[in-house]
C-alpha cells in the first residue's frame, strides 16, 4: 500500500538559519513527488515536484529538494528561512493512475526571530 | 492561473442537518477530489471523480456522499452531521498525471 511518512510533527528554526524537512514514501512504482505548503486558513500551495530526470529539483519561495531513491526520501530543504516561511508543509505522493494522491501528515514550521 | 472556488469559508450546522458544500473549478480539469484535515492525521481523501457522474470512495467516505452532474461542480454532501464531522474540507481538481490545486478550504462546525 501507498504511504507516505513526515516523521517531524513540528519543527522550529531561527531566522536565517537552514532547514530540513523529511519526508519518506512507500510505493512500488517510480513516484512523482510533491511538497506543498499551507499558510494559516489557506488552502495548499505547490511548491515543488518531481517526475523524473535530475534528482534534486527547484521550487518557488527558494526551496529544493532532493529524490533519493536508495532511501525512498523526498526531503525539502532551504538554505535561510524566513519568518514568511513559517507553515505547515505536506509532502504527497501521485499514483501511476495519475489521479490519486496521498498525503503526508504534515509538519509544522515555526521561525523565531 | 487556476481557480478552485469553494462557495463557503466558515459553516455552522446543527447535528443531524443535510449539508452541502460546492466546489467549482475553472480550468476544465477532469479529476476532483474532496479531502478532510484535521489536526495530526494531516488530508485524507473523502471521495474523487474523474469525470462527470463518476466518483470513486476514497480512504474515509463513510457518511459522505459526492455529486458530480456537471465537469466544473463537485459537491460534497453530508446525509446527516454530525459532530465528528467537525473538520476543514478542501476541494482541489487536477489534470491526471498533473499536480493538484486547491481551494481555500471550508472550516465546518457542527454543534
Known amino acids: 500500500a501507498q504511504s507516505v511518512t513526515q516523521p517531524d510533527i513540528h519543527i522550529t528554526v531561527s531566522e536565517g538559519a537552514s532547514l530540513e524537512l523529511r519526508c519518506n514514501y512507500s510505493y512500488g512504482a517510480t513516484p512523482y513527488l510533491f511538497w506543498y505548503v499551507q499558510s494559516p486558513g489557506q488552502g495548499l500551495q505547490l511548491l515543488l515536484k518531481y517526475f523524473s530526470g535530475d534528482t534534486l529539483v527547484q521550487g518557488i519561495k527558494g526551496f529544493e529538494a532532493e529524490f533519493k531513491r536508495s532511501q525512498s526520501s523526498f526531503n525539502l530543504r532551504k538554505p535561510s528561512v524566513h519568518w514568511s516561511d513559517a507553515a505547515e508543509y505536506f509532502c504527497?505522493?501521485?499514483?501511476?493512475?495519475?489521479?490519486?494522491?496521498?498525503f503526508g501528515t504534515g509538519t509544522s514550521l515555526t521561525v523565531i526571530p | 492561473d487556476v481557480k478552485v472556488t469553494q462557495s463557503s469559508r466558515y459553516l455552522v450546522k446543527r447535528t443531524g442537518e443535510k449539508v452541502f458544500l460546492e466546489c467549482v473549478q475553472d480550468?476544465?480539469?477532469?479529476?476532483m477530489f474532496w479531502y478532510r484535515q484535521d489536526p495530526g492525521l494531516g488530508l485524507r481523501l473523502i471521495y474523487f471523480?474523474?469525470?462527470?457522474?463518476?466518483?470513486e470512495k476514497g480512504d474515509i467516505p463513510e457518511g459522505y456522499s459526492v455529486s458530480r452532474e456537471k465537469k466544473e461542480r463537485f459537491s460534497l454532501i453530508l446525509e446527516s452531521a454530525s459532530t465528528n464531522q467537525t473538520s476543514m474540507y478542501l476541494c482541489a481538481s487536477s489534470e491526471t498525471g498533473e499536480k493538484l490545486f486547491f481551494g481555500s478550504g471550508t472550516q465546518l462546525s457542527v454543534l
Open positions: 504527497a505522493v501521485l499514483t501511476n493512475t495519475g489521479n490519486q494522491f496521498y
Open positions: 480550468m476544465d480539469h477532469e479529476n
Open positions: 471523480s474523474y469525470d462527470v457522474k463518476m466518483k
